[in-house]
């Protein structure tokens, strides 16, 4: 029997919460909950436009699969999403309307049945004058949204917008506070370590890493991007430039890891005339092309020596030189470099200059692999899985009970990269056996090909890690294996010695704190109690 609230209460409800102190996203979460329990409906979700008021981002879904959070919407795939965008007006769809819903299968009212959407209503939401979003309503009865449920959600709109306002202002304060300004206006919605941008998680892992992110984007500082393959190094390399004060400038990209050693100089520093065969006039270089601007180096481990030494010698000075000219040149240019290397290994080794490694390394940030995000998995899955019902033109795409179980489970040694792979070859499967593009598409775990990769078993079933390159069913770089079995094996001791880091040291054979050192470079977190 589902539980009513009356309109007297919702009011009360709805005041109450906005006389409270609550974050952001507990306030927007209980908001489509109550307005849920009040209409009886299947689903309610909070979407704010993004990409250029091209795309409706979910912020607040209650009754939605897992993945609603993860998904964007395109409002020219949605015609239901733009209808409701146009209008000021509540907007309905009843259960004969021709145009498609944007949540058929992800009403979760009965688990493992693909439902679809009979009723529908919704409302565009304004902040400040501009249009903010849609709060859109989904029912599985038909009916459930009468004249007198279109007359409700219209007289709760300047509530609904109110909620909406304080969020944004709340978190404007916060974010000021934190940064020691003052607030001059509302923040975008869902910075606090929700989905930003392209940045897509919840977990704790991430609202660190995003916080580290903006106290170092406005600092002049050297960063130094650290993690697996496929982690997204550049993604978060684009939003420490997005969040700098040079953000107004270029960011030039370079892939150190694609440069002949017989043309890096060149491609770097630039070059003047004469300076090679070939060289009919002077170039610039990447460096002077990010001027006033940032300039990321990706894979910055695979730096020929020769030119690690010219590039220590920029980031000291300031000044590049360009190949065969006889002057040096000065540039102003914040250096962002990134790598899945290990670069103390590669000093030790004599691969990797240790004064450009201490220059570099100012402010190291540890990326953690998918495997340790939780449940964002899901939330990124449901982004993969919008993408491709679009790519492919179909009705709906979904994940069974099961297929979600097989995400959270895998240990995804190719990381996010790796899932946006499997999600897309998945759906190709789906209509190579016969699924029709009008249909709601339900990929189930068989068809994600996860059986050859065995997920990690939990360090409390087993005394030995399980070495990655089993797990992942392909081969692997020897120095991914070895920090995967590093990392399974320190969680095995942590667990035998109930979560000491000093007696898991001591097991070890090793200093508490290069344990502590270690640990953190593998992505774990040093002095966490794990039981």
């Not at 989905?195 to 991430?206: K, L, Q």
């Not at 000219?325 to 240019?333: G, S």
């Not at 000093?347 to 449940?375: C, K, M, T, W």
Request: charge should be neutral; glycine fraction near 8%.
């Amino acid at each position: 029997m589902k539980v009513f609230i009356t309109m007297d209460t919702l009011h009360a409800l709805l005041l109450a919460d906005l006389a409270a102190e609550l974050p952001m996203a507990v306030r927007l979460q209980r908001l489509v909950e109550t307005l849920r329990l009040h209409f009886r409906c299947g689903a309610v979700a909070l979407l704010r436009l993004d990409g250029e008021g091209e795309l409706l981002r979910p912020v607040a879904v209650d009754g939605l699969t897992s993945d609603a959070l993860g998904r964007r919407f395109a409002i020219k795939e949605h015609p239901r999403l733009a209808a409701i965008l146009q209008r000021r007006e509540v907007t309905c769809f009843h259960h004969d309307s021709g145009l498609p819903d944007p949540y058929d299968g992800l009403v979760i009212e009965r688990p493992g049945e693909p439902l679809q959407v009979h009723d529908c209503m919704g409302v565009a939401l304004d902040l400040e004058g501009q249009r903010f979003g849609v709060l859109t309503l989904d029912a599985l009865t038909v009916g459930t949204f009468d004249a007198t449920a279109q007359r409700e959600l219209a007289q709760l709109l300047p509530l609904i917008e109110a909620a909406v306002r304080v969020s944004r202002l709340e978190m404007a304060l916060r974010a000021a506070q934190q940064s020691g300004g003052a607030a001059t206006g509302g923040a975008p919605l869902g910075e606090d370590g929700g989905i930003v941008g392209e940045i897509v998680g919840h977990s704790e892992a991430m609202a660190r890493l995003l916080h580290e992110l903006q106290l170092v984007a406005d600092t002049e500082l050297p960063v130094l991007l650290l993690g697996e393959t496929g982690v997204g190094k550049e993604m978060f390399a684009h939003r420490l430039h997005r969040l700098s004060r040079r953000s107004s400038r270029p960011l030039v990209h370079v892939n150190c890891a694609a440069l002949p050693e017989s043309l890096a100089e060149s491609e770097l520093f630039g070059h003047a005339r004469g300076a090679f065969s070939g060289a009919m006039s002077e170039r610039p270089g990447r460096f002077e092309a990010a001027e006033g601007g940032t300039l990321f180096l990706d894979e910055v481990g695979e730096l020929p020596l020769s030119i690690q030494a010219k590039l220590l010698r920029t980031l000291q000075n300031g000044e590049i030189q360009r190949l065969d000219a006889d002057r040096p040149r000065k540039v102003d240019v914040r250096v962002i470099a990134a790598t899945n290397r290990n670069l103390r290994e590669l000093v030790q080794e004599g691969r990797f200059r240790a004064d450009l490694y201490h220059r570099l390394s100012v402010y190291p940030i540890p990326i953690p692999p998918l495997r340790e995000r939780g449940n964002d998995v899901l939330l990124l899955a449901g982004r993969f899985l919008e993408l491709n019902r679009a790519r492919l033109g179909l009705r709906s795409l979904r994940l069974s009970a099961a297929a979600d179980e097989a995400l959270r489970r895998y240990c995804w040694p190719g990381n996010v990269r790796e899932l946006e792979h499997v999600v897309s070859r998945a759906a190709l499967k789906a209509l190579s056996r016969g699924a029709r593009r009008s249909d709601i598409v339900t990929l189930d775990a068989d068809l994600l090909d996860l059986d050859a990769g065995a997920p990690y078993p939990p360090a409390a079933d087993t005394g030995h890690a399980q070495p990655i390159v089993q797990a992942a069913g392909h081969d692997l770089p020897l120095r991914d294996v070895v920090d995967a079995c590093q990392r399974d094996y320190i969680r095995t001791a942590l667990q035998r010695h109930g979560g000491n880091w000093a007696q898991a040291a001591r097991a070890l054979d090793l200093d508490a704190s290069n344990l502590h050192k270690l640990a953190r470079r593998l992505g774990l977190k040093p002095g966490e109690r794990v039981v």
